[in-house]
């Protein structure tokens, strides 16, 4: 039976293009429709390949991708006197609908973002007089929220990983069935982070070159970071993604 998970953190795909105009560092006014279609495709197959609910309104963004490309492929009205034919001179950018939508967008997510850091900033304010709180001061622990790592990021990395292991090839060898469930697998990574100190390369909880098993093995990771069971860092852009324990508590075990 194929694996049929829901992941929620897609935010639509005006966010993924976005993400993909950030990344490239492509002029948001000047849009290589090519490049970026290509790019949307790559993160839609990679959603297909993993069994990810792909939500209709990512298949309408890519048909309206590819009639852009296709109006910008047709051939261009060449000496045109601006004088007799005004309307013929003036011939509109297929882009530009999509850039205004994007632009608006952008003003949207921007705005949004500012009012959580003011909801957040005035959530640290109390009109309630300091507490004498030395008694529990041993039993506070700090707790990151702020991960650095977007779910764009992580399928980004899971395509490095595919290229790198060339799954593409066909091995010579023998075909044996080894089934794994995503829960078994979620228990392994925290062992095998708990082994570690409770931090790794992202890269290291791929051992296996089958690709059955990396498919569940990044679905646990995603699935543990819904959990908050786990986060995910990075220090920049294309470097090395690091996958940390969330210290709690209560542990996935159950031990205190």
């Known amino acids: 039976m194929p694996y049929e998970v829901k992941i929620d953190a897609f935010e639509g795909p005006l966010d ?13 006014y000047d849009i290589p429709v090519a490049q970026i279609t290509e790019q949307y495709f790559v993160y839609i197959h990679t959603m297909n390949d993993l069994k990810l609910d792909v939500a209709s309104e990512y298949l309408v963004m890519a048909a309206t991708l590819l009639a852009i490309k296709s109006k910008m492929l047709l051939p261009k ?5 601006i004088e007799t034919d005004p309307e013929i ?22 705005a949004a ?34 991960l650095n790592v977007s ?8 395509q490095k990983l595919l ?23 979620m228990t392994e990574i925290l062992v095998e982070l708990k082994q570690l100190k409770g931090r790794t390369n ?26 908050k069971e786990v986060e995910v860092h990075q220090q920049g852009n294309f470097s090395d993604i690091f996958i940390e324990a969330v210290k ?9």
Do not use: C, W
């Not at 993924?16 to 948001?28: G, K, V």
């Not at 009205?77 to 006197?81: I, K, L, S, T, W």
């Not at 290229?163 to 697998?185: D, F, G, H, V």
């Not at 709690?248 to 205190?256: I, L, R, S, W």
């Open 16 to 28: 993924l293009l976005l993400h993909l105009i950030n990344r490239l560092e492509i002029d948001i």
């Open 77 to 81: 009205h060449e000496e045109v006197n």
């Open 89 to 110: 001179a003036y011939e509109e950018d297929p882009r530009d609908e999509l850039v205004e939508r994007l632009i608006e967008y952008r003003k949207y997510k921007e």
């Open 113 to 146: 973002h500012d009012l959580k850091t003011m909801e957040e900033e005035r959530g640290l304010m109390f009109t309630k007089p300091p507490s004498d709180l030395s008694d529990f001061a041993k039993e506070v622990q700090p707790i990151k929220t702020d």
């Open 151 to 158: 779910l764009y990021d992580m399928l980004a990395a899971f």
């Open 163 to 185: 290229r790198r292991k060339k799954l593409q090839r066909p091995l010579a060898t023998k075909i044996t069935r080894q089934e794994i469930s995503i829960e078994t697998r």
């Open 202 to 227: 992202f890269n290291n909880l791929f051992p296996s070159r089958t690709k059955g098993h990396i498919v569940v093995t990044f679905l646990a990771i995603l699935e543990l970071m819904k959990r």
């Open 248 to 256: 709690e508590g209560t542990d996935h075990f159950g031990n205190h």
